[in-house]
């Protein structure tokens, strides 16, 4: 079975472009999550998605916002890009009510 | 809020020798704990978990975690490691299980020497 896929696997954008970028679940995960993980540091919460409704937003600015489409796909969009944004972005998805949370193996953004 | 504080940024070992990983946590509220580990380029897995009942948890690849209430922690053991073993480690914490938000420590680098 297919584990959690994100694309693009890398990408370069310079400030104040616009990224998206795309996670496909697990098949039957419902729900779907956003991290970001700074280089040295541990990965950060920034949305939960569930049947296409935001249930949980960390602390990250308006800059950034997410979506769930029907098939339980979601994007997260970042705009006016900020060098600080240059991490990767790991997604995960699991099933609800809650099982193990599945990483899958990040896009990594670099922002010059 | 929660916090996780990882006491070691980098922990060296030799092979087959014991290891030990630190993690120490805050919260105000009943917590479930995590072990994950992420290999480099890739993203991260579940090692183990603690959500009730023993309080010593067993995992994958040997790996087990004893959580200790009364001074907040959830220290990460193999008796001996191997040159695999080489990869990131990450504590994480949640105040419900089903609450997505995970709260990560900063990682210990765990490096295996032949």
């Known amino acids: 079975d297919a584990g959690v896929t994100q694309s693009p696997t890398h990408l370069i954008k310079t400030r104040g472009q616009q990224v998206t970028l795309r996670c496909s679940p697990i098949?039957?995960?419902?729900?779907v999550s956003w991290y970001q993980q700074v280089l040295g540091q541990g990965p950060q919460f920034i949305f939960q998605?569930?049947?296409?409704?935001?249930?949980g937003r960390g602390n990250f600015p308006d800059r950034f916002s997410a979506r769930q489409f029907p098939n339980y796909s979601s994007e997260l969009n970042v705009n006016a890009l900020l060098l600080g944004d240059s991490a990767l972005y790991l997604c995960?998805?699991?099933?609800?009510?809650?099982?193990?949370?599945?990483f899958g193996e990040g896009s990594r953004l670099t922002v010059l | 809020a929660q916090s996780v504080t990882q006491l070691d940024s980098q922990v060296p070992v030799f092979e087959e020798a014991p290891v030990e990983l630190r993690c120490n946590y805050s919260?105000?509220?009943?917590?479930?704990l995590f072990w994950y580990v992420q290999y480099p380029n890739q993203g991260l897995q579940l090692l183990l978990k603690?959500?009730?009942?023993?309080?010593l948890v067993k995992g994958i690849n040997g790996f087990e975690a004893e959580f200790n209430k009364s001074q907040t922690s959830f220290h990460l053991r193999k008796p001996s490691v191997h040159i695999s073993d080489t990869a990131e480690y990450f504590c994480?914490?949640?105040?419900?299980?089903?609450?997505?938000?995970?709260?990560f420590g900063t990682g210990t680098r765990l490096t295996i020497i032949p």
């Open positions: 098949s039957g995960h419902k729900s």
């Open positions: 919260s105000s509220v009943s917590v479930y």
């Open positions: 603690y959500l009730s009942g023993s309080t």
């Open positions: 995960a998805s699991r099933t609800y009510p809650p099982g193990e949370l599945f």
């Open positions: 994480a914490v949640s105040d419900t299980f089903g609450n997505e938000k995970l709260t």
């Open positions: 998605y569930y049947e296409k409704e935001e249930r």
